[in-house]
């Protein structure tokens, strides 16, 4: 028996990084998967890997600002898989730019996607996440993607920091709520510190153009001298934590914002 086996995981942005990842590591742990991305040969690529390694997954075309591509994945959910027990809300968009350069067309596109995105995925899925919870011994997660910029201030991506800091409190708030309410599901926000993938490297960037260098090794030893486990994380690091989040192991966590930072925000 897997850690989330009989569970459906819905996970948004999961053609790559980390979302491909935690959606490959439920998948191990026996939940049945429905992988989002607007990237569609990359998401069809990470289902069929799911499926190779004997696992139950499919892919759906969600761009997550859009309600519409929300409802028919929610749709293809149901149809499929009887529902879903579980949302990743973790899509999401960098923006390595100060107040000063970054243009109100970019702030709004990354609101669109980081504060927009998880109030609709949540608005789709509630209806059978509420149903599935009420027959389900345990209930079940939801789990918004923040980052440590979403509990301290990042000087590199202010604006960026500000959506997550919204993702932080969006989770507390629907998590006192949704509890009163009487609904089972847990609400909870995951918050890594930098990882090395497509958006990390995006940081790294962001950070090498702040210290006024080309030298992206500079800057990524600059940005782990703050970490005090002397590394950044894996994607690993960040699966294992949705897992933990995802199961019924912590079916009486919520409203948490846990870092996965190596001690970044200590
Ligand atoms: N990598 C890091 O250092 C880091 C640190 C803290 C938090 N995070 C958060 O983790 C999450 C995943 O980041 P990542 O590092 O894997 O980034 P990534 O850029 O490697 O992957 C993001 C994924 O989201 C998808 N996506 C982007 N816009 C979308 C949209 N409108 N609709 C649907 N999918 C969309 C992309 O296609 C991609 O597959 C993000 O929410 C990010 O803010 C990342």
Known sequence: MGRLSGKVVLVSGAARGLGAAAASTMAL???????????????????GGIQAQGGEAIFCHVDVAHQADWAAATDE?????????????????????????????????LCDVNLTGAILGIKALLPTLRERAQASEHGGAIINMSSTSGLVGSANAPLYSLTKGG????????????????????????????VD????????????????????????????????????????????????????????VTGIALPVDGGFTA
């Open 167 to 194: 993702i932080t409190l969006l989770t507390k708030a629907l998590a006192v709520d949704f509890g009163q309410r009487g609904y089972r599901i847990r609400v909870n926000s995951v918050h890594p510190g930098m």
């Open 29 to 47: 742990e026996g939940a049945k998967l429905v992988v989002c991305d607007i990237l569609d040969e990359e998401g069809e690529d990470v289902a």
């Open 77 to 109: 959910a149901v149809r499929r898989f009887g529902g879903v027990d579980v949302l990743v809300n973790n899509a999401g968009l960098h923006l390595g730019k100060g107040i000063e350069e970054a243009t109100l067309a970019e702030w709004q596109r």
């Open 197 to 252: 993938t497509d958006m990390g490297l995006q940081s790294v960037v962001a950070r090498a153009r702040r210290l006024g260098t080309d030298d992206l090794e500079l800057a990524r030893a600059q940005a782990v001298r703050a970490y005090p486990l002397g590394r950044m994380a894996t994607t690993r690091d960040i699966a294992q934590a949705l897992v933990y989040l995802a199961s019924d192991e912590s079916s009486f």
